[in-house]
């Protein structure tokens, strides 16, 4: 008896396996495709134009800074696979003022056609005990890294609705995963995203307009730099073993692009929860750790 079950089984998966393409979204064919790129002068999203142009497509970067936009345009155009592509730059900053970031999406628009695909990398981290971080940098940090995205998601959204196709891309953390010591700031900002992109793909997904969410780790990015100056301590997209138990222990309510993305996370959540508790404790131990020895050399600072 339980080998017939076992055995029906198998064949339910497998046959979820084989219908899984079906439900799929296809991929975006890159050749001739629009990219439209935030923070894409360096780091992660300069690393995205790259990888896009290599493929064909034509690529709008946006940023704040002309100087390093001006220099991403000429690193990537070394990439080019036909003299047709082009790498359109836009200086503007896409936390501050929604009217400026429509008016510069339409311009890449007219002047590269439709948006096919939106990318929001534009991002910023800045770490410290809760008590320690200025409010306004709550402010900044949820300005940037949240309304960073929504307006140039906002600017593109209707034109992808009446075409029928088009893909977003946010740009998250593993610490828009799981809550962090000393980034207070900077996970709320990018927990929001998640629940941005759920909203948002819920309402767009008829109109064959698909989200994902990124997941990076720590990435060596000139963002990252900056971050440690400062630092104490498919829907989903993560890197590494530990990006993938991330993903499958945080998928919630997200929306899955497969069947087989489905089932993954269902048989492995138990054994993933497991191994969290056992993170977590390592964390909890480390921080309490921490917490001593920095009790005792104020002790002693006080006796001395």
Not at 64 to 79: T, W
Not at 126 to 141: A, C, H, M, N, Y
Not at 231 to 256: E, H, R, W
């Amino acid at each position: 008896m339980l080998l017939l079950v076992a055995t029906f089984f198998m064949a339910f998966v497998l046959l979820l396996y084989m219908l899984s393409p079906l439900i799929s979204p296809k991929p975006l064919a890159l050749p001739g495709a629009h990219v439209v790129v935030t923070g894409g002068s360096s780091g992660i999203g300069k690393c995205i134009a790259i990888e896009c142009y290599k493929q064909g497509a034509f690529i709008t970067l946006v940023a704040r800074n002309e100087d390093r936009l001006l220099q991403a345009k000429k690193e990537i155009e070394k990439h080019s696979i036909n003299d047709k592509q082009v790498v359109l730059c836009i200086s503007v900053d896409v936390s501050q003022d929604y009217s400026q970031v429509e008016n510069v999406i339409k311009q890449a628009q007219e002047k590269l056609g439709p948006v096919d695909m939106l990318v929001n990398c534009a991002g910023m981290s800045i770490s410290g005990k809760f008590e320690d971080v200025e409010v306004s940098t709550f402010e900044r940090l949820m300005s940037i890294n949240y309304l960073g995205s929504v307006y140039p998601s906002r600017a593109v959204i209707t034109t992808m609705k009446e075409r029928r196709v088009g893909r977003i891309v946010f740009l998250s953390s593993q610490a828009g995963q799981v809550g962090l010591f000393g980034f207070t700031a900077y996970s709320s900002s990018k927990f929001a995203i998640r629940g941005l992109a759920e909203a948002l793909q819920m309402e767009v997904k008829p109109y064959n307009v698909y989200v994902t969410v990124a997941y990076p780790p720590d990435t060596d990015t000139p963002g990252f730099a900056e971050e440690n100056k400062t630092k104490q301590g498919n829907f989903n997209s993560s890197i590494g073993s530990d990006g993938y138990m991330l993903s499958s222990l945080t998928c919630g309510m997200a929306p899955v692009t497969s069947i087989t993305e489905g089932l993954q996370q269902v048989v492995t959540m138990g054994l993933f929860r497991m191994l969290s508790l056992l993170y977590l404790r390592s964390f909890d131990t480390i921080i309490r750790r921490c917490m001593v020895e920095r009790t005792k050399y104020e002790i002693t600072d006080k006796t001395a």
